[in-house]
């Protein structure tokens, strides 16, 4: 271990605690900036308010908070903040500056801040689920807060469309009559950052029902890649959504559309692939035979003698360059897995119908991350990635550069515990402005949104 590396780690608390993760690292940074050519922007420092520790010469805003009231007077903020996207102002002006930030909420039926119910925006009166707005001005002033879609469950992430839209999805499938929901759940639904009356609450139901996480889209052939995060055996499938418009555009995916799921023949569990680089060629996607999951959940579902490749919690997923990304953040063998592994992310190329095993996180690897599960990622302006800890003790930002050095860039004060037993919420939904300069991440718990601003080019 370098000197410089080590020094990084230390500072950063990694040191010997966590993880780590080897592999073809520029892969994850197709068409970003150039790197940022150093260890990270130095030591955090001690926020004298007891909330956001940053390094010197950032500086950070409080945007919302749950608890406080919405501006647009429809309720309370809501909690269990999770993931989030940035979008450009589409009005008033072509060089507003304007942003709208939509924030999902993780909220299940026992959650005690529940997304206000609004007329039109409301899917089922007894879902806590869903998603918020906030819109800020050209200096990150906040200007309106507003409930964006009600009425879901369990909304933990979703991602952007290229048309500008945000696709939330429930990690949930519960049924009507089930925990107290009126309405069937699991679905994927859009919203419109600028006004989401324009989307409204419609479920996407050829999309499939299933615990979804995220998605991805195919900007050029309009394909939807879906990742689910299945919590039990057998755990969730890697979908792509053929949809009737592949053209694209607000609400274009209600036209409906084919839902299939990954096959990558001899392999029934992709925890058992643990080399760097391993490649599958001639991958499969077969039909999947009821996407509503009237009877049975589709990781259930009779796929044929060939069978149909699963993963233990499959999470994050985008797109970069001409291929698919996604993340399965750990498999356990104690929990049903054919194998362990700390993470995974994988590469999917639709021209070549190729799999590749781009990252394995692991502890004899090259780049330590500290914990065992990163969680949300993002890329930063100056290159590199942004990724959000969710693991036991003190809950960072990190950053990881090219050159694999790792560095904290935020650190959670806020202690949800006791004195004696301190616990912090960990951090959901980073993400950057459209020009590169704020980055936006959230605190789970309790549910607070930070707008971070500072040198990040430096």
């Not at 608390?13 to 780590?20: E, K, N, R, S, T």
């Not at 609004?118 to 200096?139: A, F, I, N, S």
């Not at 509503?292 to 796929?303: C, E, G, S, V």
């Amino acid at each position: 271990m370098s000197a410089t590396r080590r020094q990084v780690l230390a500072r950063s608390g990694a040191l010997g605690a966590g993880i780590a993760f080897s592999g073809a690292l520029s892969e994850l940074f197709t068409g970003t900036a150039t790197a940022l050519g150093h260890s990270g922007y130095g030591p955090l420092v001690p926020d004298p308010k007891g909330l956001l520790d940053l390094p010197e010469g950032f500086r950070y805003r409080v945007l919302s908070r749950e608890g406080d009231e919405l501006r647009s007077g429809e309720g309370k903020v809501p909690g269990n903040h999770d993931g989030m996207a940035a979008f450009a102002g589409r009005s008033p002006g072509r060089h507003s500056g304007r942003v709208h930030l939509v924030r999902n909420h993780e909220n299940r039926n026992t959650a005690t801040l529940a997304v206000p119910t609004v007329k039109g925006l409301t899917y089922d009166p007894m879902g806590k689920g869903g998603c918020t707005t906030l819109t800020l001005d050209e200096h990150g002033k906040v200007l309106g807060e507003r409930v964006a879609i009600a009425g879901t469950a369990v909304n933990c992430a979703g991602g952007p469309t290229p048309w500008g839209t945000w696709l939330t999805c429930e990690e949930n499938e519960d049924k009507a009559g089930t925990n107290g929901y009126t309405k069937d759940h699991g679905f994927i639904f859009e919203v419109d950052p600028a006004d989401p009356y324009c989307t409204g609450a419609v479920p996407l139901t050829a999309m499939g029902r299933f615990q979804h996480e995220a998605i991805a889209v195919d900007p050029k052939r309009g394909i939807v890649y879906e990742t689910e995060d299945a919590f039990e055996k057998p755990f969730g499938l890697f979908y792509r959504f053929l949809p009737n418009k592949p053209e694209g555009g607000r609400s274009s995916l209600r036209a409906g559309g084919r839902l299939q799921a990954m096959r990558v023949p001899g392999v029934p569990d992709l925890s058992t692939i643990q080399e760097t680089g391993a490649t599958f060629d001639g991958i499969e996607w077969a039909d999947v035979p009821d996407p509503l999951a009237a009877q049975t959940p589709i990781r259930l579902q009779d796929f044929g003698p060939k069978g149909i490749t699963h993963a233990q919690k499959l999470e994050g997923c985008y797109w970069g360059g001409r291929s698919v990304y996604f993340v399965s953040s750990f498999a356990h063998s104690a929990e049903g897995s054919a194998a362990d592994h700390y993470g995974q992310i994988w590469r999917y190329d639709p021209a070549a119908r190729r799999l590749t095993l781009v990252i394995v996180f692991g502890p004899d690897t090259d780049v330590q991350l500290p914990g065992e599960s990163p969680d949300n990622i993002a890329l930063a302006p100056a290159g590199g990635l942004m990724v959000c800890e969710d693991g036991e003790g003190a809950q960072h930002v990190y950053g990881v550069t090219r050159r694999g050095e790792v560095y904290a860039m935020a650190r959670n004060r806020q202690n949800i515990g006791t004195p004696e037993q301190p616990e912090w919420g960990e951090f959901a939904g980073v993400t950057f402005s459209p020009d590169g300069k704020t980055m936006y991440v959230n605190c789970y718990r309790p549910g607070t949104t930070f707008a971070v601003t500072g040198p990040w080019r430096r």
